[in-house]
């Protein structure tokens, strides 16, 4: 069988390309291993850009985000038992959207079902071959697919990234995870607080007006069985209290996890015609709310740069894709670094703490720091167009 591009995986980056190549006349295959259900179902990322939106919105996939989605002008640092609303609006005139990932997926396979795309679910043993060649393959249950392209969208897990030759990964592990809870409650405020406290970092979040998302900071080593759903919201009312009696609404739990915290870069992500993309390649903590985006950022420059490959036989821009993707790659690998070093107690660390006192004071007081956190957090403008035409 033949396909213009193979690709593996169809988390919101896989299936993102597959719908910016259909649309400018490029056809894809999408191999994913999980069914269906699992893939529309998994709780991840649920914050949205301002050029993700904008993006979604622009392709004709948006319509769901653009009811369902709530749209947020800033966001709340609280620390020191204060308050401070960081106003995106006022400072750069972006917001973000609170959408859940598994909407997206959701909304991007009804989109490809729809224009007739050939997804396949459940495939398993996954094998990517003849990389020295203009007409790599995939092979999977006995089937082999030849294609222009080959593009590994298929998670830090994937089989993608091991194909790449000259292979350099650059990573930082924390001392720290993120215990999160979906919980059955509206949300106690209209926007996302960030909080940091002695006991350590905590997050309200929301996901609809009735669903919150909550995370703890907790030991790398923890055990989910330790935490009973009482130490949890006893833990959360702690850490989010402020002096302005702020006060938290409880629910029962509907979801409950832990999730590592990792930064984590693998260059150069192409090797002849096999490109990786989002988490094949790249993974931030999730404390600047980058992750998904930054996989939707790999795929709109991926788009342009296939639709110049294969439309025009530009080599150019595909060559460049590494270099052009990483750009915007270790900017956010930065500022999740830096919004993860400024909330989260280090504890054998007080030199680390006290600066990020200082650093959490300065956003607070000046109006540049605030512009700079308020500028990454809606996310960066982008280089060039999804499209190549
Ligand atoms: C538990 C968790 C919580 C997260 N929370 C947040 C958050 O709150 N905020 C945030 O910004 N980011 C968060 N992230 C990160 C965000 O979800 C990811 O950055 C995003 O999913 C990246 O999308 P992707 O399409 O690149 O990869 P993925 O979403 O991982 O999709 C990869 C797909 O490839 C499939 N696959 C893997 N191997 C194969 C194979 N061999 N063959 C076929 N298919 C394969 C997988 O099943 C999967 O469907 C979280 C991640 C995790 C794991």
Request: contains cysteine.
């Amino acid at each position: 069988m033949r396909t213009q591009v193979a690709i593996v995986g169809a988390g919101p980056a896989g299936l993102l390309l597959s719908h910016l190549l259909h649309l400018q006349g490029i056809e894809s295959v999408v191999l994913e291993r999980r069914d269906r259900d699992y893939v529309e179902s998994r709780v991840r990322a649920g914050v949205l850009e301002h050029g993700t939106v904008e993006m979604l919105r622009e392709t004709g996939v948006g319509a769901r985000m653009d009811a369902e989605g709530m749209v947020h002008e800033g966001t709340i640092l609280r620390f020191d038992h204060h308050s401070h609303r960081v106003d995106f609006r006022e400072l750069v005139d972006r917001t973000i959207t609170v959408y859940g990932q598994q909407e997206v997926v959701k909304d991007l396979i009804a989109r490809r079902l729809a224009d007739g795309a050939d997804l396949r679910f459940e495939v398993d043993d996954v094998a990517i071959g003849g990389l020295d060649t203009d007409r790599p393959t995939v092979t999977a249950g006995g089937e082999t697919l030849s294609a222009d392209v080959v593009v590994g969208a298929d998670g830090f897990h994937g089989i993608s990234r091991e194909h790449l030759k000259g292979l350099e990964t650059v990573d930082r592990t924390y001392a720290f995870s993120w215990l999160g809870i979906l919980a059955e409650a509206p949300p106690s405020t209209a926007e996302l607080v960030y909080a940091r406290h002695e006991n350590g970092f905590a997050l309200h979040s929301m996901r609809s007006p009735s669903i919150t998302r909550m995370y703890l900071q907790v030991p790398a080593d923890e055990v989910l069985a330790d935490w009973s759903d009482d130490r949890i919201w006893s833990e959360l009312h702690t850490r989010l209290a402020d002096d302005d009696g702020f006060t938290l609404t409880e629910g029962p739990l509907l979801d409950k996890g832990i999730t590592p915290m990792r930064s984590f870069v693998a260059t150069p992500m192409q090797t002849g015609r096999l490109v990786t993309c989002g988490d094949a390649a790249h993974i931030v903590p999730p404390t600047g709310a980058k992750g998904m985006n930054l996989a939707l950022a790999d795929v709109r420059v991926l788009s342009h740069a296939i639709g110049g490959l294969l439309t025009d036989g530009r080599e150019d821009l595909f060559e460049a894709y590494t270099d052009t993707a990483l750009r915007r790659v270790w900017r956010a690998t930065w500022f999740s670094w830096w919004m993860t070093s400024m909330l989260h107690v280090q504890g054998d660390d007080p030199f680390a703490d006290r600066l990020a006192l200082a650093q959490l004071a300065q956003v607070a007081a000046s109006r540049p720091a605030a512009a700079m956190l308020a500028e990454s957090y809606t996310g960066l403008p982008y280089e060039q167009g999804w499209s190549y035409r």
